[in-house]
């Protein structure tokens, strides 16, 4: 079975611009988390979703929005990058919200805002 | 709020040496404990996992057992290997219909031969 895909790897932009990052979760699974990850802040959660439904948000401006399709794939975007958000993304999926199954995390999208 | 806490890094040691990174949680209610791994260049994966008290994770060599009474979850191993090399993270997942994740803020291991 395939893992968790994140594409694209790596990004570079600019201040001011807007990115959208995708998650492709394992086949079959239908909660997807998405998490920050910088050498100061560490790994912060920015939202879940499950089944289209947005289950939690993280304490992040509104600059940083998701989405999840019928198929389960996720998009994160954030607006008007500023150089802190340049960081890891990382992106999670699990079967179900809220159960004891295991996340299984994706490579992440590397970030870097010029 | 909820929150984890583990040892300052890096740690270094010696092939065959015993490892122990500390971990410590504040949480309501009965959370679930993790510890992932993070090789350079890579996401997080599952090193192990307890999800209630008394309840012992364990996995290639790794094991860290859920104490309540002293709110810990500190990961051992007896001989570490140079593959071993990485950064660690504890992280708790709280009860209720929720997937998010608590992290502690990562301790670097560094195995010499």
């Known amino acids: 079975k395939a893992g968790v895909t994140q594409t694209p790897r790596y990004l570079i932009k600019t201040r001011g611009q807007q990115v959208t990052l995708s998650c492709s979760p394992i086949s079959g699974h239908r909660s997807v988390s998405w998490y920050q990850q910088t050498p100061g802040q560490g790994l912060q959660f920015l939202f879940e979703?499950?089944?289209?439904?947005?289950?939690n948000k993280g304490n992040f401006p509104g600059r940083f929005s998701g989405r999840q399709f019928s198929n389960s794939r996720s998009e994160m975007n954030v607006s008007t990058l500023e150089l802190g958000d340049s960081a890891l993304y990382l992106c999670?999926?699990?079967?179900?919200?809220?159960?004891?199954?295991?996340?299984?995390f994706g490579p992440g999208t590397r970030l870097l805002v010029l | 709020g909820d929150s984890v806490t583990q040892m300052e890094g890096p740690v270094t040691l010696s092939e065959e040496a015993f490892l122990t990174i500390n971990c410590t949680y504040t949480?309501?209610?009965?959370?679930?404990l993790f510890w992932y791994v993070q090789y350079p260049g890579e996401g997080l994966q599952l090193l192990l996992k307890a999800t209630k008290a008394d309840d012992k994770g364990s996995n290639k060599g790794f094991e860290a057992t859920y104490r309540k009474e002293t709110t810990s979850f500190h990961l051992e191993k007896g001989s570490v290997q140079v593959s071993d090399s990485a950064v660690y993270f504890c992280?708790?997942?709280?009860?209720?219909?929720?997937?998010?994740?608590?992290f502690g803020t990562g301790t670097l291991l560094a195995v010499q031969p």
């Open positions: 979703y499950f089944s289209e439904t947005q289950r």
């Open positions: 999670a999926s699990s079967p179900l919200a809220g159960s004891q199954e295991t996340q299984y």
């Open positions: 949480a309501t209610g009965y959370p679930s």
């Open positions: 992280a708790l997942r709280g009860g209720g219909a929720t997937n998010k994740l608590i």
